[in-house]
């Protein structure tokens, strides 16, 4: 029985090739690291006197299905650059990924086993043939990487060090599902024959049914129910695609939305589009446009109805871009502000915009349940002969506890609950018609009732509306219950979320 593989290389090379290996997984099996040996395999087996230069390889490779072999390798190498140059990104880096035949590793055990029965392999000596066995994917990245670099003129980074530009590389084999089938099939029925729990189960094809299958199947098993050693392969692997893809950018600043009938994200009902645009597409085509990115998705610090302004110092929001090509902005985005604020009266960026980070985002998610917000409300009620002085009382109210039923309007969409909430202060004070002209905001005839503005601090999630009519008693108290009249809202205007972002 041989105890180590050491020192019989050149046996184990001359298994490998009766088996039908190329050279350069000949140099995988025997554990070369030499990366210079890889680059011309024929030539250093010849030096090393494992083969002599009349070995000549043209048939697909038994266990690599040829993706080692010269004729496919330049040519992935040569559509990867293509793919790489033609998707026009600015990243200076990139990281390859392979996804190989997962038929690939059924081969590559069973040339193991092979090598372990012809040789007479000692449970160590397999066990360290098995380790030192090189994988296809590192060697093919380790070959391919300084070639693609030079026709991209891009740096490729290390496994462990990813960029955020990733080349993903999808190789298939016509043999693939054939053979992976014909073991699931084998290893079903054995299932089914010793436990009944497994008689009705359906073969499902996939990597990863084939994958968690060899796992549980022992050496003695794999015998059992796979050709050792593999069958030659008539057809090489073929290049599925080349799919180049560059990590989400993240965007954000703040807005104004300075209408009282805008959605913020596309509003439609039965298909059928009921504005003509929204917050998100006035603030974020532009910005998905200038980086060249394939969509996006449009985040923000809570949302104002549509009849609702956002106003002041604006709404935090962010917008993730997926896919980008333009990463890098030396010029930063002032003109995109000035662009997008010139082509939009009714919503502008009130602060720069700037390049977020997972921390920035993090703040941002958590601020939508953390911070407290400012509102105006330009309310009308019937007058009683205490409504001044109740209206003057408001404002030495401070942190008043609510609680809230989900509002009637959202019931559709939110879960009935009470929903307890603060309304940190009051500020309140009676107006005549003639001042709503200059808060934007319409009302034809008065008919006996008052007018009057409200400022509230609220916490997050509170709805202002409600707190202002009570919607039918739902929310306590209202500033029904405390006039002690009949309350209606006319507008309503977002006047500050308390976040400090970004």
């Known amino acids: 029985m041989m105890n180590t593989i050491i020192g019989n290389e050149r046996e184990i090379i001359k298994l490998l090739r009766t088996a039908g290996c190329c050279h350069r997984c000949c140099l995988r099996f025997i554990g070369s690291r030499e990366t210079n040996y890889y680059e011309d395999p024929l030539l250093a087996l010849e030096k090393l006197e494992y083969l002599d ?22 040519s992935a190498i040569q559509k990867t650059s293509e793919e790489i ?13 392979l996804t190989i ?30 380790l030192q066995t090189q994988s296809i994917k590192e060697i093919w990245k380790l070959l391919a990487v300084p070639k693609i670099e030079n026709l991209t003129n891009k740096i490729g980074e290390a496994q462990k060090v990813t960029s955020v ?5 999808f190789f298939s084999h016509s043999r693939d599902e054939e053979e992976c089938v014909a073991l699931l099939k084998k290893c079903n029925a054995e299932k089914k024959s010793g436990n009944s729990r497994h008689k009705n189960r359906e073969i499902s094809y996939s990597r990863k049914n084939v994958e968690s299958t060899l796992d549980t199947l022992n050496d003695d098993q794999f015998v059992d129910n796979c050709t050792i050693p593999p069958t030659s392969v008539e057809n090489f692997a073929t290049i599925d695609k080349v ?14 939305k300075l209408s009282r009938n805008l959605c913020q ?57 997926l896919n980008p090509r333009i990463t890098k902005f030396p010029e930063g985005f002032e003109k995109l502000v000035m662009d997008i604020n010139k082509n939009s009266e009714i919503v502008q960026i009130t602060s720069n915009l700037k390049l977020l980070s997972k921390l920035d985002l993090k703040k941002l998610k958590e601020g939508e349940n ?17 409504t001044s002085d109740l209206i003057n009382k408001l404002n030495d109210l401070k942190n008043l506890e609510i609680v809230q039923k989900t509002p009637i309007r959202v019931l559709h969409r939110r879960p009935l609950a009470s929903r307890i909430r603060m309304i940190h202060s009051i500020r309140a004070q009676l107006i005549k018609s003639e001042e709503l002209e200059k ?28 707190f202002v009519h009570s919607d039918f008693g739902r929310t306590v108290p209202s500033l029904c219950s405390l006039l002690q009249t009949d309350v209606d809202i006319i507008a309503l205007d977002v006047t500050g979320i308390n976040l400090n972002w970004p």
């Open 53 to 74: 230069k009349s070995d000549i390889v043209n048939t697909p490779c038994t266990v690599c299905l040829g993706i080692l072999q010269d004729e496919l390798f330049q």
């Open 85 to 97: 140059i033609r998707g026009n990104y600015d990243c200076d880096t990139f990281t390859v990924a």
């Open 439 to 466: 808060f934007s905001v319409e009302l034809k005839n008065l008919e006996g009732n008052e007018l009057f503005v409200v400022d509230v601090k609220t916490q997050a999630g509170t709805y202002v509306k409600e």
């Open 265 to 321: 994200t596309p509003w439609f009902i039965n298909g059928e589009r009921k504005m003509e645009t929204s917050v998100q597409e006035l603030l974020c085509d532009p910005i998905l446009k200038h980086v060249q990115a394939d969509s996006m998705k449009f985040l923000s610090s809570g949302r104002e109805d549509v009849d609702v302004r956002m106003l002041n110092n604006g709404r935090p929001f962010a917008v993730e871009l």
């Open 101 to 130: 035949p997962v038929l690939i590793l059924l081969r590559e055990r069973s040339l193991q086993i092979y090598l372990s029965q012809s040789l007479k392999l000692s449970d160590e000596a397999f066990r360290e043939l098995k």
């Open 165 to 169: 530009f990733l080349v993903d590389i």
């Open 370 to 386: 953390e911070k407290t917000k400012n509102y105006r409300a330009f309310c009308i009620c019937k007058p009683n002969e205490n």
């Open 243 to 256: 799919n180049c893809a560059h990590s989400s950018l993240f965007i954000g600043g703040r807005y104004n």
